[in-house]
T-cell receptor, first 115, second 111 residues
Framework: NAGVMQNPRHLVRRRGQEARLRCSPM?????VYWYRQLPEEGLKFMVY????????ESGMPKERFSAEFPKEGPSILRIQQVVRGDSAAYFC?????????????FGDGTRLSIL | GENVEQHPSTLSVQEGDSAVIKCTYS??????FPWYKQELGKRPQLIID?????GEKKDQRIAVTLNKTAKHFSLHITETQPEDSAVYFC??????????FGAGTILRVKS
């Protein structure tokens, strides 16, 4: 059973470009979470999605950032017009959802570097 | 909103000794408390978790305790080994939804 798959592992963008980060949850998992981690800091919640629905986006910046989890295909975190401050590791986690509390399992992350 | 504080920020222990990391949370509605281990450049890995209906949970050399009244929870690692060296994060959540993480503890086990 493959774990949470994220790609790309590393992404380099110039200021003003767009960054697209992909996350395929573990098989059977329908809940996806995105977190951002700055160097030597903890993880900060960004957004929680279920298939075709955004459940909680309270940690997402209001501008330039968007996320989706379509009926088919991976979840996408999109950052438009990137700035230097967007440089970070972006982790995706998934859980089965449904019923009792289920642990979240993380992918290997995408390290985004803005030139 | 929820806030999680974690102490200490760094911890050095001799191989074989015990290590204890403590966290406090602010939202009394939180009912799920996982601990993650993260090695440099790697993904956070779940090592143990506890739900608010229990006070303690143990898995081999790792144990977690929860004091709901004081809103404290702690990670205990016994008989530490060099491979335990990593950054450890506590987190709190309501029903396993968005995790609010502590700032992390760098654990160094000296051989």
């Amino acid at each position: 059973n493959a774990g949470v798959m994220q790609n790309p592992r590393h992404l380099v963008r110039r200021r003003g470009q767009e960054a697209r980060l992909r996350c395929s949850p573990m098989k059977g998992h329908s809940h996806v979470y995105w977190y951002r981690q700055l160097p030597e800091e903890g993880l900060k919640f960004m957004v929680y999605l279920q298939k075709e629905n955004i459940i909680d986006e309270s940690g997402m910046p209001k501008e330039r950032f968007s996320a989706e989890f379509p009926k088919e295909g991976p979840s996408i975190l999109r950052i438009q017009q990137v700035v230097r401050g967007d440089s970070a590791a972006y982790f995706c986690a998934s859980s089965p959802g449904q019923g009792i509390t289920q642990p979240q399992h993380f992918g290997d992350g995408t390290r985004l570097s803005i030139l | 909103g929820e806030n999680v504080e974690q102490h200490p920020s760094t911890l050095s222990v001799q191989e074989g000794d015990s290590a204890v990391i403590k966290c406090t949370y602010s939202d009394s509605a939180s009912n799920y408390f996982p601990w993650y281990k993260q090695e440099l450049g790697k993904r956070p890995q779940l090592i143990i978790d506890i739900r608010s209906n229990v006070g303690e949970k143990k898995d081999q050399r790792i144990a977690v305790t929860l004091n709901k009244t004081a809103k404290h929870f702690s990670l205990h690692i016994t008989e530490t080994q060099p491979e335990d060296s990593a950054v450890y994060f506590c987190a709190a959540s309501i029903n396993g939804n968005k995790l609010v993480f502590g700032a992390g503890t760098i654990l160094r086990v000296k051989s």
